[in-house]
């Protein structure tokens, strides 16, 4: 039995969260597949109950489970997952984004991840005043570079794609930090020669993006970047809405959507649930791998078949223009599994 620690979040955050129990529980009963699933409180909602957006009853109840799933949370977003993400050394990002029937794709072979370094960059939020300026560190290692390029590369190698990784960075502009980060990347190539690699400055990768999305298959790139360019590959496939995210160390991982708490639709019961639910597929690949367990590794290839073939018969929630609840939506999902 794995135990599965859920921090329910805010705004949609708790629909979400109860989609991807009913998920989970469908996969206990029907999957043989076990799951202990802890309910946790992190957030603004948690912020103005107890004063702290991440609780310590939280991350000790993290630290004791086998993986964690996080539905958006608020304004306290970065509190959270930000604080999570470097008290357990989840150095690696991963956005996947895929073309999926029915939805407002730019084409429909799309098929890339971006591998995204999740600890260092602009992020550790180390600023300052000096006189009538703010100034802000952007700490780039080689160590912290060496290996998400490493994570990239047996990305890569892995997938059935274009076995090709797209080094993003602006080295022309900040030549020490971004030259540090692309020469470590260089680096690492030289490891697997079985593997395409070539590199991009990141207004380059932006614009190809939108004009040949097909061409990419891992990119691998720096905090900052990574977080804005997720985002817009996010778009590109159809919006948020069908954006998984994992955050994974060497020893445990985090899996969340890509969107946030969208606050204007909370209790409508309208909501996607789609990236959470890809989520759990991300994580049942992590957990699958991590512990030889092929039935994860099976159960997660039947889930995200599940997803896929219901929004190939054009089912939709409200949210995205279509006439199904989250409850209703989940409920073809879990009828399907």
Not at 76 to 98: E, G, W
Not at 248 to 262: M, N, Q, W
Request: hydrophobic share 40%; glycine share 6%.
């Amino acid at each position: 039995m794995y135990k599965i620690s859920l921090i329910t979040g805010d705004g949609i955050g708790p629909e979400l969260s109860e989609s991807a129990i009913s998920v989970l529980n469908t996969i206990n009963d029907k999957l043989d597949l076990k799951f202990d699933i802890t309910k946790l409180s992190a957030g603004d909602k948690a912020l103005s109950e107890t004063g702290k957006a991440l609780p310590d009853d939280t991350i000790n109840a993290i630290k004791q489970s086998d993986a964690c799933m996080k539905a958006p949370v608020g304004e306290s977003a970065a509190d959270v997952i930000v604080v999570l993400r470097r008290m357990l050394d989840l150095y690696a990002n991963i956005r996947p984004a895929k073309s999926y029937p029915h939805m407002p794709a730019l084409r429909d072979d799309i098929d890339m991840v971006i591998v995204r370094e999740n600890t260092e960059d602009l992020y550790t939020g180390k600023e300052f005043s000096l006189g009538d300026s703010a100034v802000a560190l952007r700490i780039i290692s080689e160590s912290a570079s060496k290996r998400i390029a490493k994570y990239a590369f047996e990305t890569a190698k892995q997938r059935n794609s274009k076995k090709k990784v797209t080094c993003v960075h602006k080295s022309n502009v900040m030549r020490v930090t971004d030259g540090l980060f692309a020469k470590a990347c260089t680096e690492i190539s030289k490891d697997y020669p079985e593997i395409s690699f070539d590199q991009m400055y990141v207004d380059a990768c932006a614009m190809n993006l939108i004009r040949q999305p097909q061409e990419f298959d891992v990119v691998v790139t720096t905090n900052l970047f990574g977080d804005i360019l997720s985002d817009e590959s996010s778009q590109v496939v159809g919006g948020l809405g069908m954006a998984p995210a994992a955050n994974i160390g060497d020893t445990f991982a985090l899996f969340e959507p890509v969107h946030g708490a969208a606050f204007d639709i909370a209790g409508q019961n309208i909501a996607n649930p789609s990236s959470f639910l890809l989520s759990i597929k991300m994580m049942l690949d992590w957990l699958g791998t991590k512990h030889k367990d092929s039935k994860c590794l099976e159960v997660g290839q039947k889930l995200e078949s599940t997803i896929f073939n219901l929004v190939k018969t054009g089912i939709k929630t409200k949210d995205i223009g279509g006439e199904y609840t989250t409850t209703d939506f989940t409920k073809q999902i879990t009828d399907n599994l």
